[in-house]
């Protein structure tokens, strides 16, 4: 995620050059035409592109509030993991009387983090990371997921038995969380907690279960594919037909000017229309890349960084002054 205190503009022309390219285009062609052809009937009404562009402005703005909700509520979502995680690691300290159940009950925490950040970090078709504005990014930051395999991790967590359950599920965080509650009710008959302690550790548990959830609902509902689908045409074709509606006005224009420019004042449509047309393009852009908090890109909620930190946190309640080599091996770079 980018923590800095901005995006450079430079930085931000590069990521949007692909569209600026293709802005000159447009903006070119019809100019041309226009100019050189003598095909003066190719403008069109400036009015039926000013409309054309309230439409658009309405649509770009009603999906970029609704991604910004979306990585809102997923940094919400990762707060309340981070929170009830430091909770889970003091009653799984204090609550067993042994202290090795106590590490077992934190280790495997830690192992339902793992499971889930891999979970979120799976490619779904819909998400925008591997596009090339995209992709070419990823040079200044690490994805540790695409790194490091999570069958590699695991068993720094979990008991064989265990690990290779879990390798085996389609749902890698829930079988987790299955055998953390199926250890929590042996300590119960085992006499290692009391009633009380089982329901404190089983209130945590379901409070984990309903942020993983939560997560997995933004994760696999991606921002509805209508309204997608219908801002990149408003975008595309205001962008296509604006260069055409300023044609006749800036031939206008001629009249008022005279030496070099004057006759000449048509060529200005070009980096004028870019120069608008890029601010709808880059905001479906930013849009795009926005509405997926969890697929790994700049800007997504850093979820690498977070479980490390609580596995920081978790192992100092333990005790343990070292960190577990997955946590060494990790390369993130705070932009």
């Known amino acids: 995620m980018h923590l800095g205190k901005s995006y450079k503009f430079s930085e931000f022309l590069v990521w949007t050059r692909r569209q600026i390219y293709g802005l000159l285009l447009c903006g070119s062609v019809p100019v041309v035409l226009y100019k050189t052809l003598g095909l003066t009937w ?15 402005s309405f649509i770009v703005g009603f999906k970029n509030a609704q991604t910004y909700s979306r990585a809102m509520e997923a940094q919400h979502i990762w707060t309340s993991i981070v929170s009830a995680s430091r909770l889970w690691g003091v009653i799984a300290r204090d609550f067993p009387a042994d202290a090795e159940d106590s590490k077992e009950l934190v280790y495997r925490h830690l192992a339902w983090l793992t499971a889930l950040r891999y979970e979120l970090r799976q490619p779904r078709v819909w998400e925008s990371t ?39 599920s389609a749902n890698k965080p829930t079988q987790v969380l299955s055998l953390q509650g199926a250890a929590i009710s042996r300590l119960l008959v085992s006499g290692k907690i009391s009633g009380s302690f089982y329901m404190e550790l089983e209130r945590t548990l379901r409070e984990l279960i309903d942020q993983q959830a939560s997560a997995e609902r933004l994760k696999n509902f991606p921002y509805p594919r209508q309204y997608a689908t219908i801002n990149m045409l408003f975008v595309r074709f205001f962008c296509l037909l604006f260069p055409f509606g300023l044609l006749e006005e800036f031939n206008k224009l001629n009249d008022g000017v005279t030496g070099f420019m004057h006759g000449n004042m048509i060529w200005l449509v070009i980096p004028f229309s870019v120069m608008v047309s890029w601010m709808y393009t880059s905001l479906e852009q930013v849009g795009e890349s926005t509405e997926n908090p969890f697929e790994g890109g700049a800007n997504d909620v850093p979820i690498s960084m977070l479980c490390r930190t ?26």
Do not use: C
């Open 42 to 56: 190719l403008s069109v009404p400036l009015t039926v592109v000013v409309l054309l562009g309230t439409a658009t």
């Open 130 to 168: 591997d596009k090339p504005f995209n992709a070419e990014y990823q040079r200044f930051y690490s994805i540790p997921e695409r790194e490091i395999g999570i069958q590699d991790l695991l068993p720094l967590y979990l008991h064989p038995a265990e690990t290779k359950q879990v390798l085996s």
């Open 310 to 335: 609580i596995e920081r946190e978790l192992r100092e309640i333990l005790g343990d002054a070292e960190m577990a080599p997955m946590a060494d091996r990790e390369s993130i770079v705070v932009l």
